[in-house]
């Protein structure tokens, strides 16, 4: 079908009874007289020849590149069919039908009561079946026979279960990468702020001989530096540690919650993380800092 508004190619699916109470997508948004109830969601839909349901890239995720086709929740489109006739149709709610990540075309589409795309959309036959194995371990049996069976129909079977495996792979592999780049930045950060406490004993001599002539010895003046360099590590980490919690949260509410994934925050691995990161802010200015406390009161008269 192709929408009228945006005059984009679009597919149209029917659904069942049967898929209706055996499938497990989610519906992420619904209109509000629905009150979140997916049950009265799909009920409109048996009693109402013009609601339809929509998948997620229709209305975007929240994160990510902008819908397919941008939809809104109780817009009503008119579709052209490929015999050029005319139908009208209201977007009562969003699927997602796997989380944002586009397996199959023939999960993406415009969903609408079998019935109804059986009268007034001239479809005949079936496109696509969902099978849900018991044993997985007859997975590729199972699909070498539906091929070899139905070759003369042009069948093609598709493992949803393996190609999201490898989708979410391909985006845990994405993030190992993000995740080497923030470690070579988090390594240039603590060189950096090595090099500001070099500086900063350089430019601040004077002030570190009236330190020792008013009676701070070398560990005092060592302690000082080491008490500031600290502390801004633990701003930084502190910071860090926030938006990296808050930014990975919302990650995986919009791209891993409704692929049935649990949110698991690695406490421990975090802890561990933070203080390598402080010791070796530690490390990186205990040598600018010893200099600073060999300073001698005499010196600062050479400075001046």
Known sequence: ???????????????????????????SKMLPEFGGDTDKVFEAMRQNREYVIADSRTGG???????????????SQTVILKDGSKRDITVIAFMDTFGGFELDNSLNGIFIYEPYL??????????????????????????????????AYGAQSVDFKKEATEQIQGAFDIFNILNAYLGLGLIIGIAGLGIITLRSVNERKGQ????RAIGYNKRQVLVSFLIESTYISLLG????????????INLFFKLFETLGYDLIIPGIS?????????????????????????????EVLRYE
């Open 270 to 298: 975090i802890l561990i993380i933070c203080l390598i990161t402080l010791g070796m802010t530690l490390l990186s200015t205990i040598p600018p800092s010893s200099m600073a406390s060999r300073i001698a009161p005499a």
């Open 237 to 248: 980490i502190i910071i860090g540690v926030i938006v990296g919690l808050v930014v990975s």
């Open 118 to 151: 059986v009268e007034d959309y001239n479809a005949t036959g079936v496109g696509t079946l969902l099978i849900k194995l018991k044993n997985d371990d007859d997975n590729l049996k199972v699909r070498q026979d539906i091929e070899r069976n139905f070759i």
């Open 1 to 27: 079908m192709i929408l009228d508004s945006d005059k984009v190619e679009y597919p149209i699916i029917g659904i069942d009874d049967h898929f209706i109470n055996k499938n497990r997508f989610e519906i």
């Open 208 to 211: 570190i001989g009236m330190m």
């Open 61 to 75: 995720s929240g994160f990510g590149p902008p819908p397919y086709i941008p939809l809104e929740i109780g817009e």
